[in-house]
Every structure is written in C-alpha cells, then in structure tokens.
C-alpha cells in the first residue's frame, strides 16, 4: 500500500510565496490519521491542509466554520486538503481525526 503524502510540496510552495511583509500566519498544517483513510489499494496516513483564502471559503460561514460544524467543514477540506479529501470522506472519518483536523482548521485564524 502507498502511504499518500504532500507536505514536502506544500512546504516547498509557501516557501515560494512572495513575501508582503504582512503578519506571517500558518500557510499550512499536517494532520497524522489515528485511523487512515483508504481509497482502492491506496490508504492515506496524513493528510496536509492549505491554510484557506476568500475564495475557498466562498459560500460558507464563518460562524459555522469557528463552530467545526461538521457539514462546513467537510466542504472546506474538500478545498484546501493534500491529497484531496472528499466532503464524504470527511463525514467517514474517525471522530477524533475530523476534530484534529477541524482543529488545525480552526489554528489559521488565530493571530
């Protein structure tokens, strides 16, 4: 089985990013699985977030993202997750890992 991993490129890319000057936020974050997803042959151990702009959290709350309401949620991580994580994915997930990752989510806003 192939463990899926794509920090090494996303660290790469915000490291490329040009520098504003502005307050540097986290850009992205690794989340380890307790449990791993598994897609066909392949099973994904980790799974690495891209700290969201306007545009991936066009149509959602922010209310209801600050709340980890879990419809909201899975709708972002389908949008700013390497590899690619499905809403339905999502929802399938241990409870505990769709909390370390609201978690992680919820670590982009904070200044």
Do not use: H
Not at 21 to 33: H, R
């Amino acid at each position: 089985m192939q463990d899926t991993n794509a920090e090494p490129a996303i660290a790469q890319a915000a490291e490329s990013a040009p520098d504003t000057g502005a307050v540097n936020f986290p850009t992205f974050s690794t989340v380890k699985l307790k449990r791993p997803l598994k897609r066909g042959s392949t099973e994904i151990s980790s799974i690495s977030l891209i700290a969201p702009d306007s545009g991936q959290l066009r149509g959602l709350s922010l209310v209801a993202v600050a709340r980890l309401e879990v419809d909201t949620i899975a709708t972002l991580v389908s949008r700013i997750s390497r590899p690619n994580v499905t809403a339905d994915e999502y929802t399938r997930m241990d409870p505990r890992d769709m909390l370390a990752v609201g978690g992680e989510i919820a670590g982009f806003f904070e200044d």
